[in-house]
């Protein structure tokens, strides 16, 4: 999956975790032999997770002539930039940027709106036929997206939406709104009755209740599931590579897997430098709204593995 | 909503004689409304127009299109792949893709698990990890497999060049190409992935158990070990298996990472590619149509299966 985020997710306000059991760290305390196996095991295991993200970056900042060399540099003797500006300006990064931006940003946008009022109703209204439409909602976030492939693929083509963003943002909406109607009722479910009741009896109704007073406190579920659907989004790879044909629509994961062939005076066929720094470039922004985000994406993907 | 409140509410008439709960019963389904709309629109229409397409011979832009019966399903089940050039191996690609979900799955279960422990206990810059572990998950599957393709590139890739260099090899290995290393190459990409994911999972749910348990435990003199198999183990059991399920439907509808490394290459496609190639590079609808509603049989039983397990398990 492409874009994978397991759509188990129910958040909850409260941060979980004050109790930390203590373990045994790794084994014994008292045999050295297993403590140092343990931080042997801990060392190679940081250097797997760690060293392809060292070695993207490197490979952006050997020149163009050096990346083919053998043996391998382990540190460019001569570092540069060049590659960066040639990957952003080289025109194979910039639109795909724009698009996955609109797109993703559609996606959310839309799924953030439809999926809210529906989150409200089933979260806290109680009415026949819920239970049938919380179980239908949950099957949905596990739906295979590969299953309504060539579905999609006719469908659109008969609209006249091959090739377009528009094919995106439509079917994107499979797999965002389900989890963000998932995660959100369950949000809305476990925020407080008392102001929604006071609501009720200074006599607003109940459309103002969600508007005025649930939905303003529902804010933080909302950033939570935007986030979530907006990455999703984002990374999606299977319905952008076969709805999109040409380079000027492409999304940022299929220009970075379709990087054009390196023109004249390359040792490659492909241009690893300027793939490189291409990964890095699209990480970069990533990274930092993870670390911006971490307590609340942590806090959305793991409470329902917690609750089971 | 709770009893009193609803009676309460109930009680209350207001506008046009409809009471509270009436009202709030129809914005809820007003409010219902799009979102049913959406889903029946992009994925329950196309879901039934798989199904039926299914039984025909349905080309992509390819003029008539007829009723086939179930001709597509016996060719799926006798694994013809000679009827035209264009029908994958899928008999071959279910075997790729199981392999690849069984392996996957538990190698990272266990480093996740590992991990996770390792993370539960309380040390300096913990916190810094648990973000860190968050970077793998976040950027997209095709550029973590650029990335991973590029680092076994048979010429100039580094690891060739590391394993060269400490004499575990003696000429370069084209990883993604060897019969005997290819596979292997994946899983080693989807476990770097996702394993600091599985971490994050376990960990959460390592975290709600208390710690008066343990220290119980130690005062009746149990063993790191014997904590470990007696006590966290058991108790963290429904998130490994919310885990578990969720990482196994993951790796059964793999895409992305063979796509990048592998494209269309005969042998090397999962059960995801082989559908994607039939459709889009192959124009054969129907036949991929069919594919499909079998691949999404397989899912159901899965999950019921595994579902069923689980409850009685519980109980």
Do not use: C
């Not at chain 1, 797997?48 to 070695?55: A, T």
């Not at chain 1, 925020?191 to 804010?219: C, H, I, K, N, Q």
């Not at chain 2, 885990?243 to 042998?267: K, P, S």
């Amino acid at each position: 999956m492409s874009a994978n985020v397991t759509p188990t997710v129910s958040v909850t306000p409260p941060a979980a975790g004050a109790m930390t059991p203590k373990l045994a760290k790794g084994g014994s305390r008292q045999n050295p032999w297993l403590r140092g196996l343990f931080y042997f095991l801990l060392v190679v295991i940081a250097f797997y997770m760690l060293f392809p993200f060292y070695w993207a970056i490197r490979s952006a900042l050997t020149p163009e002539v050096d990346a083919g060399n053998t043996p391998v540099q382990y540190f460019p003797s001569d570092a540069t930039l060049s590659n960066f500006g040639d990957a952003l300006t080289g025109g194979v990064l910039k639109q795909p940027l724009i698009n996955s931006f609109i797109v993703a940003g559609l996606v959310t946008l839309l799924s953030l709106i439809v999926g809210a009022s529906a989150a409200y109703a089933l979260g806290r209204i109680r009415f026949r036929g819920r239970t049938i439409m919380m179980y239908a909602i949950l099957s949905m976030t596990i739906f295979p997206q590969i299953a309504i492939l060539g579905a999609l693929y006719t469908q659109f083509s008969n609209w006249g939406l091959i090739n377009t963003r528009w094919s995106l943002v439509i079917s994107y909406l499979i797999f965002t709104l389900p989890f963000t109607i998932w995660v959100l009722q369950s949000f809305f479910a476990s925020l407080p009755r008392e102001l929604e009741e006071s609501a009720y009896v200074d006599g607003a109704s109940p459309f103002r209740t969600f508007w005025a007073v649930m939905l303003p406190l529902a804010a933080p579920g909302l950033v939570t599931t935007g986030l979530l659907a907006f990455i999703n989004a984002w990374n999606e790879y299977l319905y952008a590579v076969s709805f999109l044909q040409t380079a000027d629509n492409y999304t940022v994961p299929v220009a970075i897997a379709n990087w054009p062939p390196a023109t004249s005076g390359s040792a490659f066929a492909q241009p690893w430098d300027h793939i490189m720094a291409g990964t890095v470039v699209v990480t970069l922004p990533l990274i930092v709204l993870v670390l911006i985000f971490q307590r609340r994406l942590v806090a959305g993907l793991t409470s329902g593995a917690v609750k089971g | 909503m709770n009893k009193e409140f609803s009676f309460a509410a109930g009680t209350v008439r207001h506008r046009g004689g409809f009471t509270l709960h009436a009202r709030q019963v129809r914005l809820a389904w007003l409010m219902l409304v799009p979102a049913l709309a959406v889903l029946i629109f992009v994925a329950l229409y196309p879901l039934v127009r798989t199904v039926y397409s299914s039984f025909t011979d349905e080309q992509f832009l390819g003029g008539t299109t007829h009723w086939v019966g179930f001709a597509n399903y016996y060719n799926i089940f006798t694994n013809n792949t000679n009827t035209a050039a264009s029908y994958p191996d899928f008999y071959s690609a279910t075997i790729v893709t199981l392999k690849f979900a069984v392996i996957s799955v538990v190698l990272e279960f266990l480093i996740g698990l590992g991990v996770a422990l390792v993370l539960s206990s309380q040390f300096k810059g913990r916190g810094a990890m648990r973000a860190a572990m968050l970077v793998p998950w976040a950027i997209p599957t095709v550029v973590s497999a650029e990335m991973w393709k590029w680092m076994f590139n048979d010429i100039s890739g580094v690891i060739n060049d590391f394993l060269l260099r400490i004499h575990v090899i003696s000429s370069p290995e084209s990883w993604l190409a060897d019969p005997s290393t290819w596979l292997g190459s994946v899983i080693a990409v989807d476990v770097w992935k996702t394993t600091p994911f599985v971490a994050l999972l376990l960990l959460a749910g390592l975290q709600v158990i208390p710690s008066d348990i343990y220290e119980a435990a130690a005062v009746d003199g149990a063993t790191g070990f014997g904590k470990l198999w007696r006590i966290t183990l058991p108790l963290l059991r429904p998130a490994i298996a919310v885990t578990l399920i969720f990482r196994t439907l993951d790796a059964i509808r793999v895409f992305d990472i063979f796509n990048v490394f592998f494209g269309n290459t005969l042998g090397k496609l999962t059960m995801a590619t082989a559908i994607q190639t039939t459709i889009v590079a192959n124009n054969e609808v129907g036949y991929g149509a069919a594919l499909s509603v079998v691949m999404f049989v397989l899912i159901a039983i899965f999950v019921v299966a595994y579902t069923t397990i689980f409850r009685v398990e519980q109980q």
